[in-house]
């Protein structure tokens, strides 16, 4: 079945970096694009960014665009994230997304920015 499980938040000060990564099985991953959500306390999940299945075009939401990068690895069927200038705002569980078919969903991993 399909599986997508997201390591690499943690606590981080404003300004500091992270990387996630999320690993999926179950599925051809080079044949869909992926996509990061995330979470804050209190409100809906929000979509961060998107990658096609070959890596070769991203798309950001306008809160993170310059900040955020995406990018995957389809050897190693793992898609990544790098956060870079985090903000409190920033603060959230952040989730791994695919859509075959179903809405999929990792079970999220804890960024918090906070000094």
């Known amino acids: 079945q399909v599986m997508l499980v997201e390591s690499g938040g943690g606590l981080v000060q404003p300004g500091g970096s992270l990387r996630l990564s999320c690993a999926a099985s179950?599925?051809?991953?080079?044949?869909?694009?992926m996509s990061w959500y995330r979470q804050a306390p209190g409100k809906e999940r929000n979509w961060v960014a998107l990658?096609?299945?070959?890596?070769?075009?991203?798309t950001y939401a306008n809160s993170v665009k310059g900040r955020f990068t995406v990018s995957r690895d389809n050897d190693k069927n793992t898609v990544y994230l790098q956060m870079n200038s985090l903000k409190p705002e920033d603060t959230a569980v952040y989730y791994c997304?695919?859509?075959?078919?179903?809405?999929?969903w990792g079970q999220g991993t804890q960024v918090t920015v906070s000094s």
């Open positions: 997304h695919v859509l075959i078919r179903n809405n999929y």
């Open positions: 990658i096609n299945n070959s890596g070769g075009t991203t």
């Open positions: 179950g599925f051809t991953f080079s044949s869909y694009a």
